[in-house]
Protein backbone atom coordinates (compact mmCIF):
# COMPACT_ATOMS: atom_id res chain seq x y z
CA UNK A 1 0.00 0.00 0.00
CA UNK A 2 1.44 3.42 -0.76
CA UNK A 3 3.19 5.75 2.21
CA UNK A 4 0.77 8.66 3.46
CA UNK A 5 2.88 11.69 3.86
CA UNK A 6 1.30 13.89 6.88
CA UNK A 7 2.23 17.83 6.80
CA UNK A 8 0.71 19.21 10.01
CA UNK A 9 -0.85 22.73 10.69
CA UNK A 10 1.32 25.04 12.98
CA UNK A 11 -1.34 26.41 14.81
CA UNK A 12 -4.75 24.65 15.17
CA UNK A 13 -7.65 26.49 14.02
CA UNK A 14 -10.20 28.10 17.25
CA UNK A 15 -13.19 24.96 17.32
CA UNK A 16 -16.95 26.33 17.05
CA UNK A 17 -19.41 25.80 19.61
CA UNK A 18 -19.64 22.32 19.20
CA UNK A 19 -23.55 22.18 20.46
CA UNK A 20 -24.43 24.80 17.63
CA UNK A 21 -22.93 22.99 14.52
CA UNK A 22 -25.87 22.84 12.11
CA UNK A 23 -24.56 21.21 8.93
CA UNK A 24 -21.09 21.80 6.46
CA UNK A 25 -20.05 24.98 8.09
CA UNK A 26 -16.96 24.78 9.17
CA UNK A 27 -13.60 22.75 8.25
CA UNK A 28 -10.99 20.99 10.13
CA UNK A 29 -7.59 21.70 10.09
CA UNK A 30 -6.58 19.24 7.57
CA UNK A 31 -7.33 17.56 4.31
CA UNK A 32 -6.15 14.53 2.33
CA UNK A 33 -4.77 15.03 -1.36
CA UNK A 34 -3.59 12.32 -4.26
CA UNK A 35 -3.30 12.75 -7.62
CA UNK A 36 -3.55 10.63 -10.74
CA UNK A 37 -1.83 10.54 -14.09
CA UNK A 38 -2.56 9.37 -17.06
CA UNK A 39 0.51 6.12 -17.05
CA UNK A 40 1.59 6.86 -13.51
CA UNK A 41 -1.85 6.11 -11.44
CA UNK A 42 -2.73 7.59 -8.40
CA UNK A 43 0.07 9.18 -6.84
CA UNK A 44 1.55 11.20 -4.01
CA UNK A 45 -1.26 10.59 -1.01
CA UNK A 46 -0.74 13.24 1.36
CA UNK A 47 -2.60 14.84 5.13
CA UNK A 48 -1.75 18.71 4.57
CA UNK A 49 -3.11 22.16 5.68
CA UNK A 50 -6.72 21.89 4.78
CA UNK A 51 -6.23 24.38 2.01
CA UNK A 52 -7.84 26.35 -0.92
CA UNK A 53 -7.29 25.27 -4.36
CA UNK A 54 -5.59 27.43 -6.77
CA UNK A 55 -7.18 25.62 -10.83
CA UNK A 56 -6.87 26.70 -14.39
CA UNK A 57 -10.25 28.32 -15.25
CA UNK A 58 -10.34 25.63 -18.26
CA UNK A 59 -9.79 23.01 -15.67
CA UNK A 60 -12.05 20.24 -17.04
CA UNK A 61 -14.38 19.52 -13.69
CA UNK A 62 -15.63 23.37 -13.89
CA UNK A 63 -17.33 23.23 -17.53
CA UNK A 64 -18.70 19.64 -17.83
CA UNK A 65 -19.07 17.85 -14.47
CA UNK A 66 -16.46 15.13 -14.01
CA UNK A 67 -16.95 14.43 -10.67
CA UNK A 68 -17.94 12.05 -8.00
CA UNK A 69 -18.11 12.39 -4.41
CA UNK A 70 -19.16 10.33 -1.16
CA UNK A 71 -21.02 11.18 2.45
CA UNK A 72 -20.05 9.18 5.69
CA UNK A 73 -19.34 9.87 9.18
CA UNK A 74 -17.05 9.47 12.43
CA UNK A 75 -18.97 9.01 15.37
CA UNK A 76 -17.97 9.45 18.49
CA UNK A 77 -19.37 6.76 21.13
CA UNK A 78 -19.70 7.76 25.14
CA UNK A 79 -16.63 5.57 25.62
CA UNK A 80 -14.35 7.70 23.58
CA UNK A 81 -13.94 5.19 20.71
CA UNK A 82 -14.60 6.86 17.19
CA UNK A 83 -16.29 4.56 14.68
CA UNK A 84 -16.85 4.85 10.88
CA UNK A 85 -19.98 3.20 9.74
CA UNK A 86 -19.20 0.60 6.79
CA UNK A 87 -16.50 2.52 4.96
CA UNK A 88 -15.68 0.42 2.54
CA UNK A 89 -19.54 0.75 0.98
CA UNK A 90 -18.54 4.00 0.36
CA UNK A 91 -15.60 3.33 -1.42
CA UNK A 92 -17.23 0.61 -3.42
CA UNK A 93 -19.86 3.07 -4.31
CA UNK A 94 -17.34 5.73 -5.03
CA UNK A 95 -15.54 3.29 -7.89
CA UNK A 96 -19.30 2.67 -9.34
CA UNK A 97 -19.29 5.98 -9.53
CA UNK A 98 -16.01 6.64 -11.41
CA UNK A 99 -17.05 3.81 -13.91
CA UNK A 100 -19.88 5.90 -15.23
CA UNK A 101 -17.96 8.53 -15.39
CA UNK A 102 -14.55 7.62 -16.49
CA UNK A 103 -12.67 8.63 -13.79
CA UNK A 104 -10.21 5.80 -12.72
CA UNK A 105 -11.21 3.52 -9.41
CA UNK A 106 -9.42 4.14 -6.25
CA UNK A 107 -8.29 0.98 -4.19
CA UNK A 108 -11.04 0.19 -1.85
CA UNK A 109 -9.11 -0.62 0.96
CA UNK A 110 -6.69 2.14 0.59
CA UNK A 111 -9.67 4.72 0.38
CA UNK A 112 -10.34 3.28 3.41
CA UNK A 113 -7.33 3.64 5.19
CA UNK A 114 -6.84 7.37 4.02
CA UNK A 115 -10.03 8.24 5.78
CA UNK A 116 -8.73 6.68 9.07
CA UNK A 117 -5.68 8.53 9.14
CA UNK A 118 -7.13 11.49 8.33
CA UNK A 119 -9.97 10.90 10.98
CA UNK A 120 -7.05 9.98 13.66
CA UNK A 121 -5.09 13.43 12.82
CA UNK A 122 -8.63 15.41 13.22
CA UNK A 123 -9.76 13.29 15.76
CA UNK A 124 -10.28 16.04 18.09
CA UNK A 125 -12.89 17.54 15.69
CA UNK A 126 -15.05 14.09 15.90
CA UNK A 127 -18.25 16.03 18.34
CA UNK A 128 -19.09 13.96 21.03
CA UNK A 129 -22.93 15.44 21.45
CA UNK A 130 -26.63 13.49 21.00
CA UNK A 131 -26.80 13.92 17.05
CA UNK A 132 -23.71 15.26 16.25
CA UNK A 133 -20.68 13.62 13.81
CA UNK A 134 -17.95 14.40 12.04
CA UNK A 135 -19.35 14.21 8.25
CA UNK A 136 -16.29 12.57 5.76
CA UNK A 137 -16.79 14.38 1.80
CA UNK A 138 -14.18 12.32 -0.22
CA UNK A 139 -14.18 13.72 -3.99
CA UNK A 140 -12.90 13.27 -6.98
CA UNK A 141 -11.74 16.18 -9.81
CA UNK A 142 -11.14 16.23 -13.45
CA UNK A 143 -7.93 18.58 -13.43
CA UNK A 144 -7.06 18.27 -17.53
CA UNK A 145 -6.73 21.86 -18.83
CA UNK A 146 -8.69 21.86 -22.04
CA UNK A 147 -11.93 23.34 -23.64
CA UNK A 148 -12.68 19.79 -25.38
CA UNK A 149 -15.38 17.17 -24.15
CA UNK A 150 -13.56 14.05 -23.43
CA UNK A 151 -12.49 12.45 -20.06
CA UNK A 152 -9.65 14.24 -18.65
CA UNK A 153 -6.40 12.06 -18.05
CA UNK A 154 -5.84 13.70 -14.94
CA UNK A 155 -7.71 13.72 -11.96
CA UNK A 156 -7.15 15.07 -7.77
CA UNK A 157 -9.12 12.83 -5.02
CA UNK A 158 -9.17 14.79 -1.99
CA UNK A 159 -11.11 14.40 1.56
CA UNK A 160 -12.19 16.87 3.71
CA UNK A 161 -14.41 16.90 7.02
CA UNK A 162 -16.65 19.19 8.85
CA UNK A 163 -18.13 18.48 12.28
CA UNK A 164 -21.88 18.29 11.83
CA UNK A 165 -25.61 18.15 13.85
CA UNK A 166 -28.67 17.85 12.11
CA UNK A 167 -28.94 18.00 8.54
CA UNK A 168 -32.59 18.92 8.66
CA UNK A 169 -33.94 21.50 11.49
CA UNK A 170 -36.72 19.33 11.94
CA UNK A 171 -33.98 16.36 13.51
CA UNK A 172 -35.73 13.03 14.08
CA UNK A 173 -39.44 14.96 13.85
CA UNK A 174 -41.14 14.33 10.73
CA UNK A 175 -40.39 16.08 7.64
CA UNK A 176 -43.18 17.47 5.13
CA UNK A 177 -42.08 16.43 1.58
CA UNK A 178 -43.06 17.82 -2.00
CA UNK A 179 -44.12 14.95 -4.68
CA UNK A 180 -42.49 16.86 -7.22
CA UNK A 181 -44.36 16.33 -11.09
CA UNK A 182 -42.98 18.09 -13.16
CA UNK A 183 -39.00 18.21 -13.60
CA UNK A 184 -37.38 14.44 -12.84
CA UNK A 185 -33.61 13.86 -11.28
CA UNK A 186 -32.42 11.19 -13.80
CA UNK A 187 -33.33 8.60 -15.85
CA UNK A 188 -32.25 5.13 -16.37
CA UNK A 189 -29.03 5.35 -18.56
CA UNK A 190 -28.24 8.46 -16.56
CA UNK A 191 -26.14 9.26 -13.76
CA UNK A 192 -29.09 9.03 -11.11
CA UNK A 193 -27.15 5.76 -9.51
CA UNK A 194 -23.96 7.43 -9.15
CA UNK A 195 -22.82 10.53 -6.65
CA UNK A 196 -21.56 12.85 -9.18
CA UNK A 197 -22.54 16.67 -8.52
CA UNK A 198 -24.71 16.93 -11.85
CA UNK A 199 -27.44 14.77 -10.28
CA UNK A 200 -27.75 17.25 -7.33
CA UNK A 201 -27.76 20.45 -10.15
CA UNK A 202 -30.67 19.14 -11.54
CA UNK A 203 -32.51 18.54 -8.97
CA UNK A 204 -31.89 22.47 -7.22
CA UNK A 205 -34.94 24.26 -8.89
CA UNK A 206 -37.52 21.61 -7.40
CA UNK A 207 -35.49 21.63 -3.75
CA UNK A 208 -35.91 25.66 -4.03
CA UNK A 209 -39.47 25.08 -4.87
CA UNK A 210 -40.75 23.19 -2.05
CA UNK A 211 -38.55 25.14 0.37
CA UNK A 212 -40.60 28.02 -0.40
CA UNK A 213 -43.40 26.50 0.03
CA UNK A 214 -42.77 25.27 3.34
CA UNK A 215 -41.87 21.67 2.45
CA UNK A 216 -38.20 20.06 3.42
CA UNK A 217 -37.66 18.23 0.62
CA UNK A 218 -38.88 16.64 -3.08
CA UNK A 219 -39.88 13.23 -3.47
CA UNK A 220 -38.93 12.37 -6.74
CA UNK A 221 -41.20 10.00 -9.28
CA UNK A 222 -39.41 8.13 -12.20
CA UNK A 223 -38.85 10.32 -15.05
CA UNK A 224 -40.63 8.72 -18.06
CA UNK A 225 -43.98 8.12 -16.82
CA UNK A 226 -43.80 9.88 -13.38
CA UNK A 227 -45.82 7.41 -11.62
CA UNK A 228 -43.00 5.54 -9.50
CA UNK A 229 -41.58 6.20 -6.55
CA UNK A 230 -37.67 6.66 -6.94
CA UNK A 231 -36.14 8.53 -3.94
CA UNK A 232 -36.39 11.95 -1.78
CA UNK A 233 -33.51 14.51 -2.71
CA UNK A 234 -30.95 13.88 0.11
CA UNK A 235 -32.47 10.70 1.26
CA UNK A 236 -33.94 7.09 0.07
CA UNK A 237 -37.37 6.43 1.08
CA UNK A 238 -39.38 3.37 2.69
CA UNK A 239 -42.96 2.89 3.24
CA UNK A 240 -45.02 0.40 5.72
CA UNK A 241 -47.83 -0.42 4.16
CA UNK A 242 -49.78 -2.95 6.33
CA UNK A 243 -47.07 -4.20 8.44
CA UNK A 244 -44.87 -4.83 5.64
CA UNK A 245 -41.56 -2.83 4.44
CA UNK A 246 -41.68 -1.82 0.78
CA UNK A 247 -39.04 0.71 -0.82
CA UNK A 248 -38.64 1.47 -4.69
CA UNK A 249 -36.10 -1.37 -5.83
CA UNK A 250 -32.57 -0.17 -7.78
CA UNK A 251 -33.31 0.80 -10.80
CA UNK A 252 -30.16 2.57 -12.46
CA UNK A 253 -31.91 6.07 -11.61
CA UNK A 254 -32.13 5.94 -7.63
CA UNK A 255 -29.03 5.87 -5.56
CA UNK A 256 -27.85 2.63 -3.90
CA UNK A 257 -27.73 4.11 -0.56
CA UNK A 258 -25.88 2.47 2.26
CA UNK A 259 -28.06 3.82 5.54
CA UNK A 260 -30.81 2.10 2.79
CA UNK A 261 -29.01 -1.47 2.62
CA UNK A 262 -28.45 -1.40 6.20
CA UNK A 263 -32.13 -0.35 7.15
CA UNK A 264 -33.12 -3.19 4.67
CA UNK A 265 -30.39 -5.74 6.48
CA UNK A 266 -31.55 -5.18 10.09
CA UNK A 267 -34.97 -5.12 9.80
CA UNK A 268 -35.02 -8.72 8.08
CA UNK A 269 -32.98 -9.74 10.56
CA UNK A 270 -35.73 -8.49 13.16
CA UNK A 271 -38.27 -10.53 11.21
CA UNK A 272 -39.83 -7.72 8.93
CA UNK A 273 -41.15 -8.69 5.85
CA UNK A 274 -38.96 -6.12 3.69
CA UNK A 275 -39.76 -5.61 -0.37
CA UNK A 276 -37.92 -4.24 -3.40
CA UNK A 277 -39.81 -3.47 -5.69
CA UNK A 278 -41.48 -0.81 -7.86
CA UNK A 279 -44.04 1.44 -5.78
CA UNK A 280 -46.39 3.88 -7.56
CA UNK A 281 -47.37 7.02 -5.70
CA UNK A 282 -51.15 6.06 -6.37
CA UNK A 283 -50.64 3.07 -4.50
CA UNK A 284 -49.24 4.71 -1.78
CA UNK A 285 -51.97 7.33 -1.60
CA UNK A 286 -54.72 4.51 -1.98
CA UNK A 287 -52.98 3.05 1.30
CA UNK A 288 -53.19 5.99 2.96
CA UNK A 289 -57.02 6.68 2.06
CA UNK A 290 -57.58 3.15 2.80
CA UNK A 291 -55.88 3.29 6.18
CA UNK A 292 -53.23 1.13 5.48
CA UNK A 293 -50.23 3.29 4.43
CA UNK A 294 -47.95 2.96 8.67
CA UNK A 295 -45.28 4.78 8.19
CA UNK A 296 -42.98 6.56 5.62
CA UNK A 297 -38.98 7.48 6.40
CA UNK A 298 -36.19 8.06 4.31
CA UNK A 299 -32.74 6.78 4.95
CA UNK A 300 -29.41 8.48 4.55
CA UNK A 301 -26.16 9.90 5.63
CA UNK A 302 -26.64 13.46 6.50
CA UNK A 303 -30.52 12.80 6.86
CA UNK A 304 -29.92 9.47 9.21
CA UNK A 305 -33.59 8.36 9.67
CA UNK A 306 -36.14 10.97 8.93
CA UNK A 307 -39.66 9.96 9.18
CA UNK A 308 -42.30 11.89 6.42
CA UNK A 309 -45.22 12.97 8.65
CA UNK A 310 -46.96 14.51 5.29
CA UNK A 311 -46.89 14.17 1.59
CA UNK A 312 -48.01 16.86 -1.33
CA UNK A 313 -49.04 15.14 -4.53
CA UNK A 314 -50.78 17.02 -6.89
CA UNK A 315 -52.62 19.41 -4.93
CA UNK A 316 -53.42 16.59 -2.51
CA UNK A 317 -52.14 16.29 1.41
CA UNK A 318 -51.68 13.22 3.25
CA UNK A 319 -50.75 13.03 6.53
CA UNK A 320 -48.76 9.68 7.76
CA UNK A 321 -48.86 8.47 10.85
CA UNK A 322 -50.31 11.40 12.62
CA UNK A 323 -47.58 13.55 11.54
CA UNK A 324 -45.55 11.66 14.60
CA UNK A 325 -42.50 8.84 14.39
CA UNK A 326 -43.69 5.70 13.81
CA UNK A 327 -42.12 2.24 15.49
CA UNK A 328 -40.79 0.95 12.33
CA UNK A 329 -38.73 4.26 12.16
CA UNK A 330 -37.98 4.15 15.19
CA UNK A 331 -36.47 0.66 15.44
CA UNK A 332 -34.17 1.56 12.80
CA UNK A 333 -33.06 4.85 14.25
CA UNK A 334 -32.86 3.42 16.73
CA UNK A 335 -30.40 0.26 16.32
CA UNK A 336 -28.56 2.09 13.49
CA UNK A 337 -27.78 5.54 15.44
CA UNK A 338 -26.87 3.07 18.67
CA UNK A 339 -24.34 0.99 16.80
CA UNK A 340 -22.74 4.16 15.22
CA UNK A 341 -22.09 5.28 18.88
CA UNK A 342 -20.84 2.08 20.01
CA UNK A 343 -24.33 2.09 22.92
CA UNK A 344 -25.28 -1.10 20.53
CA UNK A 345 -23.30 -4.27 20.29
CA UNK A 346 -22.11 -4.41 16.35
CA UNK A 347 -23.57 -7.40 15.69
CA UNK A 348 -23.81 -7.39 12.05
CA UNK A 349 -20.04 -6.26 11.21
CA UNK A 350 -20.39 -2.88 10.53
CA UNK A 351 -17.96 -0.52 12.30
CA UNK A 352 -14.49 0.46 11.68
CA UNK A 353 -12.74 1.65 14.26
CA UNK A 354 -10.57 4.69 14.33
CA UNK A 355 -7.34 4.15 16.01
CA UNK A 356 -7.55 6.93 18.56
CA UNK A 357 -8.84 7.99 22.18
C1 LIG B 1 -25.24 12.25 2.39
O1 LIG B 1 -26.25 11.80 2.92
O2 LIG B 1 -24.12 12.00 2.83
C2 LIG B 1 -25.32 13.07 1.20
O3 LIG B 1 -24.39 13.09 0.47
C3 LIG B 1 -26.55 13.84 0.97
C4 LIG B 1 -26.29 15.32 0.78
C5 LIG B 1 -25.67 16.00 1.94
C6 LIG B 1 -25.63 15.63 -0.51
Redesign the pocket.
Known amino acids: MMDIKIELVKTRKEKPDMNNLGFGKYYTDHMFEMDYTEGIGWHDPRIVPYHSLEMDPASMVLHYGQSTFE?LKAYRGKDGEIRLFRPEKNMERLNTSNKRLVIPEIDVEFGVEAIKKLVEVEKDWVPTGEGTSLYIRPFIIATDVHVGVHPSRTYKFMVILTPVGM?YKEGINPVRIYVEDEYCRAVRGGMGFT?TAGN?AASLIAQETAENRGFTQVLWLDGVEKKYIEEVG??NIMFVIDGEVITPELNGSILPGITRRSAIELLRSKGYKVTERRISIDEVYEAASSGKLNEAFGT????VISPVGELLWEGKTIIINDGKIGPVSHLVYDTITGIQSGKLEDEYGWITKVEAK
Open positions: GYKYTMGTAA
